[in-house]
């Protein structure tokens, strides 16, 4: 019998993100920090309706290791309150404001799907929309364009915001979510392309949850390698999530460890950017993912030298 022979590891990578003079990508994973300026999240933990609330998790995440700060001002579910335009502008630009100026380095992110709450963004310093609802406001990618964002081009099987899934299907093959993502992410880059956002500034976002089952979500979390043949850093928006919750059958308060299992795993198959509400440990997971995959070398190794 042969002494079978070492492969080398074939590993799936993406192109940079580029975003206030920062690079993030395969060897300087970012972790975005959600700051929910909203009193019904679903995760009671990140409810921060209390502007001083807000400032203080600002705070608490820059201090645990955030490059990115995603901070909105609406529920994504239909269960949560209405909140009109103008009252999503004065939940979030307030903070914005704040946080500019506290951290004029740190990248900024909106989690909108408004072109006229991106607009007022602008106007204090945000460097990416997160448009968690795949393009619903046809103006909205212009505007990110127009004030020098960069956009996440997100996934939601053609759901208008703040639609809770009920009997989704995609297809009979379990592959056929995979296609439609596929599709979608790579529509919206090219829309976002055309309306002059440079390719280093968007990210695709399967938005696992958000017009899928649990189903849906394992799958596309199993087959984010095949996100990177888009040509884009890919965003992970995975914390304490449904699919987590079902998965091990744990309500959001308890769903850490899930949603960090399922940080390593999209981080060892090619995901770059992580939302994240446990800023620090989802840091130090991404950080050792990149280290294990050899793009990122050990703070020190002493050991055996």
Known sequence: MTTPQPQPIDLPRTPPLVLRDRTFDASR???MAIINRTRDSFFVGNRHADLDSAKRAL???VDAGADIVDVGGVRAGQQGEHVSAAEEVERVAPFLEHARGAYPDLVLSLDTWRSEVAREGGRHGIDLVNDTWSGHDPELVGVAAQIGAGVVCS???GLPPRTDPVRVTYGPDELDVVRD???TLAAGAREALEAGIPAER????PTLDFGKTTAHSLVLLRHTADLAQLGFPILQALSRKDFVGESL???AD?????????????AWLGATVFRAHDVRATRRVVDMVATIRGDRPPVRAV???
Request: aromatic share 0%; glycine share 12%; hydrophobic share 50%.
């Open 29 to 31: 994973p970012a972790v």
């Open 249 to 251: 059958g744990l309500e």
């Open 303 to 305: 050991r055996g030298v």
């Open 181 to 183: 993502v596929l599709r």
């Open 155 to 157: 996934h939601t099987g």
């Open 59 to 61: 705070d608490d995440a």
């Open 202 to 205: 968007i990210l695709v976002d």
């Open 254 to 266: 308890d769903r850490l460890e899930g949603t960090l299992a399922a940080t390593a795993v999209a």
